[in-house]
Structure formats: structure tokens, C-alpha cells
């Protein structure tokens, strides 16, 4: 379980091909301190530790992980979000996400304002129904309030601190971002969805 907080941000080193998996070498300042096993979320994907080496460490991404999320297009050098799972003993200042990508969906316009930052994104109608305005989104692992909600886009607002320690400021028009639809939501959609 994750809070969207994201810790650093890591640059994709090498990539390797097996069968139909990919391997990711990732650089970052928290490597040194990851252990084998530890799940961390990778721009809101939840990957397992499998190697860690100095600033390096490996993770495998399966078949599904590659067809559900934006992890195909990363490439050697891209920068992605990092964040290690939600100790029982932190506060949340996210929201709870688990690490399960729900959609891509594609930033189509980004704003800058006057000490600020507006993206527009688009989404598939069909999770219309899992975003509420004011509502909270796992956007690329990072914990947001959506507003300007409509069928198939919503928009969320960046300050300039989320802007500088994540990799939206790496972001450009029509880049493809993982979305993670709120967990309280998605439960009271599917009762609604049972009921005859």
C-alpha cells in the first residue's frame, strides 16, 4: 500500500527482454537502502526488488503489468516516480493507493501558470463512474485532487514543490500517464454494479 507521496525520482539504466517480460535496471538516491523483496511503487505500479547493487537495483514487469500500464514506453534515461510501501506508523498524507494501475490516459494540454501548473488529462469513458470532483487519483504514482471533471478528462493543479520532486516536470502534450482510480470508489462502484 502506497500514499502517492513520491520519495525520488529514478532513471531507467538498461532494459533487458525475456520472453515476454522486461527488465529494468533503475538509478536512485534510495537504491543503497532497498532490500530484495520490498514492493515499491514505479510511477504507481508496484514492482518487486529482485537486485539491488550500490545506486542500482532490478525489477521484472510481467506481460499484464506491460499491457495495463505506461512501463512499454519507458525507455533508457526516462525518469519515473518512486515510492517505498506505507510504514503502519506513517501519517498518510496521500491517500491510499495500492499500486494497481486501473488505465493509461493521455495528458493532452499542460498550463503553466502564474506559481503553478494545470494539466488536462484524458481517460476511458468507461471508468467515468470511478472520479468524483475534488476527488483523489494516483496519476504516474503521485497523489492528487482532481477538478474540471467531465465524461472522458479531468484536470489536476501542481504546485511548484510536486512539480520539481516528481517526473512531471519531465511531462510533455500527449505523453501517456498510468491512473489508479480512488480504492473507497471502486468498492462502492461495484456494490452499486450487484445490485438487481
Not at 519507458?74 to 510501501?85: C, F, G, H, V
Request: glycine residues 6%.
Amino acid at each position: 500500500m502506497f500514499t502517492g507521496i513520491i520519495e525520488s525520482i529514478g532513471e531507467i539504466k538498461e532494459i533487458a527482454i525475456n520472453g515476454t517480460n522486461k527488465i529494468f535496471w533503475i538509478e536512485s538516491t534510495i537504491s543503497s537502502e532497498l532490500k530484495i523483496d520490498q514492493s515499491i511503487a514505479h510511477n504507481g505500479v508496484c514492482l518487486t526488488i529482485e537486485y539491488v547493487k550500490e545506486r542500482l537495483y532490478k525489477v521484472t514487469a510481467i506481460e499484464e503489468t506491460l499491457k495495463k500500464t505506461n512501463l512499454n514506453e519507458w525507455r533508457i534515461e526516462t525518469r519515473i516516480n518512486l515510492e517505498r510501501s506505507l510504514l503502519t506508523s506513517s501519517r498518510l498524507d496521500g491517500h491510499l493507493i495500492q499500486g494497481h494501475v486501473d488505465t493509461t490516459a493521455q495528458c493532452k494540454k499542460i498550463k503553466k501558470l502564474q506559481g503553478s501548473w494545470e494539466l488536462t488529462v484524458e481517460f476511458p469513458k468507461k471508468f467515468a463512474a470511478l472520479i468524483i470532483e475534488k476527488g483523489s487519483i494516483s496519476l504516474d504514482g503521485i497523489s492528487l485532487t482532481v477538478f474540471s471533471v467531465k465524461k472522458t478528462s479531468f484536470k489536476v493543479a501542481i504546485i511548484p514543490y510536486t512539480w520539481q520532486h516528481t517526473n512531471l516536470q519531465f511531462l510533455k502534450e500527449k505523453d501517456t500517464v498510468n491512473l489508479e482510480f480512488d480504492l473507497i470508489g471502486k468498492y462502492i462502484n461495484r456494490k452499486l454494479s450487484l445490485k438487481e
